[in-house]
């Protein structure tokens, strides 16, 4: 996909925001990138360095820029707030990027025109989806969060080097929260189109039942891995966030796990949670709703909850 499908703003230059705006750059999805950032050197800073790369790249226009610039946005990826640190949730962090988000949406609002679409990285990212969703002016869908998209890529990582298949040949999603109560749907996992019921035991390689639960916990547990080995996150999302906005910018109506609010889905409204949903110009256009096991409608229903209570407690609940 060549330069010159849109303008993409970005709000919070740190790790994830910068990274994001970098590999932007290298696939060449826009033909212009704005930094926003409360600290305006680093935005500024970010912007001279991947602007210096460019001309091996493509004429992308890459500059720090404040509200007014950001309008005529065709995207806008927000990753303001703060971050994990070791040991803490993502959902530890709702009341100190709750306050970040208060700030930002309404300027966001008042810069942006109705076709934008808001994507949220910040975490807990499910609560902010439901926060930016509940305080800006756009249509349900219009505003949506990178959700479990990460989670899943997790999983057809995991899976692909536990089965020795290429992982673009394995498929499945992880619904729910971004975070500790993510829902693996194992029943509907394909490696090279076909179902882990048929595929396993063709496969022979016996894999005991308990595997599957060690990949769903690695999944769960990739972030803090991480941010224990080395501070932070910010290159898989980076290249999630990317893959939504390839989506968006390129009207791709392509199937991705991303946070929304629900209105009814699985019997879920008052929360915004992942499912797979229709990407494109839209936004997150429409919802599917894949056949779930009766254990992973109960997790479903048991994350719902666990974020209904998070969002309740930043005081943005749905009543
Ligand atoms: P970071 O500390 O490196 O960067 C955060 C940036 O936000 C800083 O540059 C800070 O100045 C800026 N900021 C704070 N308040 C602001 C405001 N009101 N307006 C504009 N900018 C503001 O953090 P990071 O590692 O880049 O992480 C950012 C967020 O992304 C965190 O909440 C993190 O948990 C989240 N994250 C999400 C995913 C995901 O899958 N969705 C993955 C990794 C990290």
Redesign the pocket.
């Known amino acids: 996909m060549g330069a010159g499908l849109g303008k993409v703003g970005i709000?919070?230059?740190?790790?994830?925001?910068a990274t994001t705006a970098f590999t932007l750059a290298l696939q060449q999805l826009c033909r212009e990138i704005v930094l926003?950032?409360?600290?305006r050197k680093?935005a500024l800073g970010h912007a001279l360095d991947i602007s210096h790369g460019l001309p091996f790249l493509a004429p992308v226009r890459v500059r720090e820029g404040d509200y007014q610039d950001l309008g005529g946005s065709d995207l806008v990826v927000v990753?303001?707030?703060?971050?994990?640190r070791p040991g803490e949730s993502?959902l530890d962090?709702a009341g100190r990027?709750a306050a970040?988000f208060a700030?930002?949406i309404p300027r966001l609002e008042a810069v942006l025109g109705p076709e934008a679409v808001v994507l949220v990285?910040?975490?807990p990212?499910d609560v902010l989806t439901w926060l930016a969703a509940k305080f800006g002016r756009r249509p349900r869908g219009r505003i949506l969060?990178?959700g479990t998209l990460?989670d899943t890529a997790r999983l057809r990582w995991l899976l692909g080097r536990h089965c020795g298949v290429d992982t673009r040949n394995v498929h499945g999603y992880v619904l729910g929260e971004?975070g500790d109560s993510a829902v693996v749907v194992w029943s509907g996992v394909q490696v090279g189109g076909m179902l882990l019921a048929d595929a396993c035991p063709r496969c022979g390689r016996g894999c005991p039942p308990e595997i599957r639960d060690e990949i769903t916990e690695e999944v769960r547990r990739a972030?803090g891995r991480i941010i224990e080995h080395k501070g932070?996150?910010?290159y898989a999302?980076a290249v999630?966030a990317c893959r939504i906005a390839q989506a968006v910018l390129g009207d791709q109506r392509s199937v991705l796990t991303v946070s929304c609010p629900l209105e009814g889905e699985y019997g879920i409204r008052g929360v915004s949670l992942s499912l797979p949903w229709v990407v494109g110009r839209e936004g997150a256009v429409r919802s599917i709703q894949p056949a779930l096991s009766p254990q992973e409608r109960e997790e479903l229903r048991r994350s719902a909850e666990i974020l209904r209570a998070a969002t309740e407690k930043v005081g943005a609940g749905a009543g």
């Open positions: 709000v919070g230059a740190g790790m994830v925001g926003l950032d409360v600290d680093r990753a303001a707030g703060v971050p994990q993502r962090l990027n970040v700030d930002i990285l910040t975490n990212v969060g990178s990460l971004h972030a932070a996150t910010y999302v999630a």
